[in-house]
């Protein structure tokens, strides 16, 4: 069996996120990357399905597409466990949008044989959450969201997949080749060891540009783009607070009036 794991590098969750002057995108000066939790449960999911089920002689490979930075999220892949990764590497990824991610990526899978594809639920920096669902529509493969348990079948030629809906639990029966995203709880995953984090420094990492997969400069350009960015800002200063003295009935009497008349809560 022949697993792939999406892996995406996003600014850590504490950092401190400031905006370009001309904002065309935040500014990656001084900002910490790491690989994306959600992606990080998916590695880990490809790699205890290989862990626990020796009989499918299963191959995990990690793959990212982006700047030359990214290679630390495939980087990070490799020393958890993964045993091949891909970079889908060229400045020309670098504007566009999920869906032409998408298109991307399926055209470097298509004839590799993959069985089944593990990806974050969403990534935490734009949390669009498109990017799988788009991949699976592009590679006309079954597509189960934001899974938290999967059973596999015996022969390794299907599984069931259990989700979190609105008041109850969905379980969903898919034929391989399938796509899963996933989500919080579906596993915890595991902290590489020094030793493994220096080999995974140096282990090779198959490298594809765009004109490798046949793009065109016009197929990646902005304006072939289903969506496009409009600007980037950041969120406006928070108002200073007020302070109300008096009496406590008095007191409330102000608050119930500034909230009904000014903020239009009640």
């Given amino acids: 069996m022949k697993i792939l794991a999406l892996t995406k590098y996003v600014p850590e969750s504490t950092a401190v996120i400031k905006v370009k002057p001309d904002g065309s995108g935040i500014d990656p000066a001084g900002v910490k990357f790491v690989l994306n939790p959600f992606c990080e449960f998916a590695v880990e999911e490809a790699i205890r399905t290989k862990e626990k089920n020796p009989a499918a002689k299963a191959e995990v490979t990690a793959l990212t597409c982006g700047p030359a930075a990214c290679a630390e999220a495939l980087r990070t892949a490799l020393a958890m466990g993964t045993d091949h990764a891909i970079h889908l590497c060229d400045n020309a990824f670098a504007g566009i949008d999920e869906l032409t991610m998408a298109r991307v990526i399926a055209r470097a899978i298509a004839q590799r044989g993959f069985d089944v594809i593990f990806a974050g639920k969403v990534a935490i920096d734009y949390d669009s959450g498109q990017l799988g669902p788009a991949l699976a529509e592009c590679l006309d493969w079954p597509h189960v969201g934001a899974v938290t348990a999967i059973e596999w079948g015996a022969d390794f030629k299907s599984l069931t997949a259990r989700r979190r809906i609105e008041g109850a639990e969905e379980v969903v ?28 420094k140096k282990a090779p990492l198959e490298t594809l540009d765009a004109a490798a997969l046949g793009f065109s400069a016009a197929e990646l350009s902005p304006t072939a783009c289903a969506t496009r960015m409009g600007e980037f800002a950041p969120p406006p200063p928070r108002p200073p607070g007020r302070m109300l003295e008096g009496e406590p009935a008095e007191l409330a009497k102000q608050l119930v009036k500034i909230l009904r008349e000014e903020e239009k809560l009640i």
């Fill in 173 to 200: 029966e898919v034929k391989l080749p399938a796509l899963l995203t996933c989500e919080k709880g579906l596993n915890e995953a595991r902290y590489p060891s020094l030793p493994k984090l220096m080999k995974a």
